[in-house]
């Protein structure tokens, strides 16, 4: 791909250059070493500048389609990019046409700012609630996306949460698969809103779906279930599965998953014992 932006580039359009960027941070998916490679490569400095340069010239990011925005936005965040004036730029732009980003759009969007760990103005949240409250279309994988870079960002917002619940309680997460099941798990713990309806349907899918966690998503589901135990009750067949999994697997979990765990299993203990003590 950086051998055609050398040869190239000049004649890239911005969607040329938005597909490029995609291929890049596609590429560096989980992987440092070549996210390192890829941003220190002369030709990506010049696609990046290039993007840049054909985003923000003068009233043309209004007209640019919306999945190019949200692709080069989730490109910079998987690359490790964070650029103030193009971010900037993409999120006002959301703010102000919300009604005409997809829902998966949207929630490309938020994830990328929450993995970036910039928090949106004002603004930008009260038009995703407005979309979140107002569609009919917006699925349990963009729910978690966006409920997800919440937590990272720190935003607790009851609308959201009220409107991201409706979903996983109407749609039973039955199509999620196993780390967006652990993912809801560990935000509703980290974000602690405990819509009962919907932490019992994120409960009963991490029941069903353990069987194929990565010792990651034991950990993300493990402290999800200890946070809830300190305010609900009826987790205790979960947790019990979980760590018998968990020690018929222990061999695959490095330190940190094992020092993790066992803070959430003493976590949830001792929420438990005091939930039930202050029920007494």
Not at 64 to 81: G, T
Request: aromatic residues 8%; negative net charge; contains cysteine.
């Amino acid at each position: 791909v950086l051998k055609l932006v050398e040869e190239y580039l000049p004649k890239f359009d911005i969607y040329n250059c938005a597909t490029a960027l995609h291929k890049c941070g596609l590429n560096s998916r989980d992987d440092e070493l070549a996210t390192r490679q890829i941003q220190s490569d002369p030709n990506f400095i010049r696609l990046f500048s290039a993007t840049k340069k054909r985003a923000l010239e003068i009233d043309s990011i209004a007209r640019v389609e919306p999945r190019v925005l949200a692709s080069i936005l989730w490109a910079c965040a998987r690359l490790n990019i964070y650029d103030s004036e193009l971010t900037t730029a993409i999120a006002a732009d959301a703010t102000n046409r919300m009604n005409q980003y997809s829902p998966s759009y949207i929630g490309l969007i938020m994830w990328a700012l929450g993995y970036s760990g910039v928090r949106p103005r004002p603004s930008f949240i009260k038009a995703v609630i407005a979309e979140l409250q107002g569609r009919p279309d917006f699925d349990s994988h963009t729910c978690m996306m966006i409920t997800y870079s919440c937590m990272r960002l720190g935003i607790r917002d009851k609308r959201v949460m009220e409107a991201v619940g409706q979903e996983v309680m109407n749609s039973g997460l039955e199509m999620a698969e196993p780390l967006e099941v652990a993912s809801y798990c560990y935000a509703y713990g980290k974000l602690e809103y405990w819509e009962k309806g919907a932490i019992s349907v994120i409960a009963d899918r991490v029941l069903e779906t353990m069987g194929d966690f990565s010792p990651r998503m034991f950990s993300m589901a493990a402290l999800g279930l200890a946070s809830a135990a300190a305010v609900l009750e009826g987790f205790d067949t979960t947790m019990d599965k979980l760590k018998v999994m968990i020690e018929d697997r222990l061999v695959e979990f490095n330190h940190r998953d094992i020092s993790t765990i066992a803070f959430a299993v003493g976590k949830f203990s001792q929420n438990s014992l005091e939930r039930r003590m202050a029920t007494e």
